[in-house]
């Protein structure tokens, strides 16, 4: 294994590479690069790694604020877990289901929610429309870069209000964006949404219906993940040090954190794209990149667990599981723990209504929530124990949720993994399948190394210690 250098001169550190951020990204590339002998340092501003993959704590259980569902097709993530020795388990989704669309609730157990005939038509028919405008996107013929410039000129909510035959189905449009993007059709580039149709292979897949089907959650929480690649790599991951300034020249590349340099010969910059904003490079960024990282907007979302004395809803045969485009939340889910010693919602507060409520008092909000899961389970829903939450609008290393594109914005984001000199860059924004998941977190960070071992090896700087 590799091991720092500290340059008393430079006060500060010398490496191959230095990684900033150690979130999934970051650590993926941190673990590949050692596993190749490269000599990597990390830099994480936050006193902790695993960035979006972040909990809390109740009675002593560890529940999650962030990414917590590993679906069927996550094949990295799934590799991943299973290299870490991390249990995983079912979600939970036993019993009636309910998806609430313009005050009326559609309920659905094993099989797929049965909507009106007229809806569940519509649903079908504007899934397989969404599927043929990415094929046709996906041609890269000059004809499909003018139709990407044309459908770009569009929101989402724009060409749902054309070509839904139901207000239904636009409803359960709104809810399933809400869900996936955390950001609402008015705000997201129709070319965007394509995008991700493509980068999540089909439309039926980005706008899943039954979210809780085939899922599964890392027991413990997916921070665990963080935790375990960080206890194997302690040398390398430097916690709280906020990178605050990037400085590269044609033979190295220095990012200055408060009172220490971490000089390198290249660099894999993983934050996203709107919080790269917050650093300042000498020389300036150019124009192309500034411009794209200007453009990538952070969806919002506020994630609100509620304790119960036991998973209450259970036993009056309900999975936990909700939709529902009335809000505040948009996605609630049973997150109790495995041996069900405790009850657990999990409420997701996205979009517009996650802006809303974070500006309200925590009172207001609980108040709000509990109300809406009144609604939903009865009476019991009263009898919370416990809540805590995270504002994922409100963390400095985040700002947000996921990032996404208005419209307007297509032409810039094909730059968004091209390098800057020796600056390359990762995170989950920046993956081209499973685009804002932790899949897409592996897929970049892999990618990032990938290009950064080519550079050593054709400067023929790769040590091998294998
Ligand atoms: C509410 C919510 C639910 C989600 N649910 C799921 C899910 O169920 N399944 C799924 O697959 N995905 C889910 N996601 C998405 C997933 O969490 C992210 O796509 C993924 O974690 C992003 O990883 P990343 O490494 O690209 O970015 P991040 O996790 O954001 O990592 C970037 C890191 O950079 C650090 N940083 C920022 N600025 C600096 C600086 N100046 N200097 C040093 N370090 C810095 C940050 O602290 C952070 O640790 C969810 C996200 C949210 C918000």
Redo the contacts with the bound molecule.
């Keep these: 294994m590799s091991t720092l250098q500290f340059d008393q001169n430079l006060l500060g550190f010398n490496a191959d590479v230095v990684i ?7 650590l993926i590339a941190t673990r590949r690069l050692i596993a190749e002998g490269v000599n990597v340092i990390t ?4 006193e902790r ?5 972040g909990g809390g704590t109740f009675n002593g259980e560890s529940y999650d ?5 590993v679906a069927p097709q ?1 094949t990295a ?1 799934r590799t991943l877990v299973h290299e870490l020795g991390l249990p995983l388990t079912n979600q939970y989704h036993e019993g009636e289901s309910t998806i609430g669309l313009r005050n009326r609730a559609t309920r659905y157990t094993k099989r797929a929610p049965f909507f009106a005939p007229h809806v569940a038509l519509d649903y079908r028919r504007l899934i397989r429309l969404l599927d043929a405008t990415a094929r046709k996107l996906d041609a890269a013929t000059d004809e499909s870069l003018e139709r990407a410039r044309r459908i770009d000129t569009r929101s989402f909510a724009a060409w749902l209000h054309d070509s839904c035959r139901s207000r239904t189905t636009i409803a359960l449009f709104n809810v399933l964006t809400r869900v996936h993007f ?1 950001a609402e059709p008015t705000e997201i580039s129709l070319y965007y949404i394509i995008d991700q149709v493509s980068a999540h292979r089909g439309a039926g897949q980005l706008f899943r219906t039954r979210p809780a089907v085939l899922q599964e959650r890392v027991i413990g929480g997916s921070a665990r993940i963080a935790e375990r690649i960080t206890q194997q790599f302690r040398q390398q991951i430097l916690l709280d ?4 300034a990037m400085r590269q020249d044609e033979h190295s590349v220095t990012a200055y954190s408060r009172g220490t340099s971490f000089r390198a010969r290249y660099a894999i910059i ?3 794209p709107v ?1 790269t904003q ?2 300042y490079f000498e020389p300036h960024l150019p124009p192309a990149r500034d411009a794209l990282q200007q453009r990538i907007i952070m969806g919002r ?1 506020i ?1 609100m667990i509620l304790f119960y004395d036991y998973p209450f809803w259970r036993e009056n045969g309900k999975s936990g599981t909700v939709l529902d485009d009335a809000g505040p939340f948009s996605l609630c889910h049973d997150v109790s723990p495995v041996n069900a010693s405790e009850g657990a919602l999990a409420c ?1 507060i996205s979009g517009e209504a996650a802006h809303h409520w974070g500006m309200q008092p925590r009172s207001e909000r609980l108040a709000a929530v509990v109300k809406q899961l009144q609604h939903w389970f009865g009476p019991e829903a009263l009898a919370y124990r416990g809540m805590i939450e995270r504002d ?1 609008n409100a963390e400095r ?2 700002r947000g ?2 990032g996404f594109l208005a419209p307007g914005a297509a032409s810039y984001i094909h730059n968004v993994a091209t390098p800057v000199g020796r600056m390359h860059w990762a ?3 920046t993956a081209t399948h499973w685009t ?6 592996i897929e ?1 960070g892999e990618r990032a190394a990938a290009e950064v071992m080519v550079e050593l090896g054709s400067a023929g700087l790769l040590r091998t210690n294998r």
Excluded at 20 to 26: E, R
Excluded at 49 to 53: K, L, N, T
Aim: hydrophobic share 45%; net charge negative.
């Design positions: 900033i951020g150690a979130g999934l990204a970051g830099v994480e501003a936050r790694a695993g960035g979006r993959m604020f962030g990414a917590q569902w996550s993530l955390h040090t906020p990178i605050l993983t934050t996203p919080v917050q650093i979302a994630t997701i994922w290393w985040n949720a996921n995170g989950s924004e804002n998941t932790l899949e897409g977190a970049s």
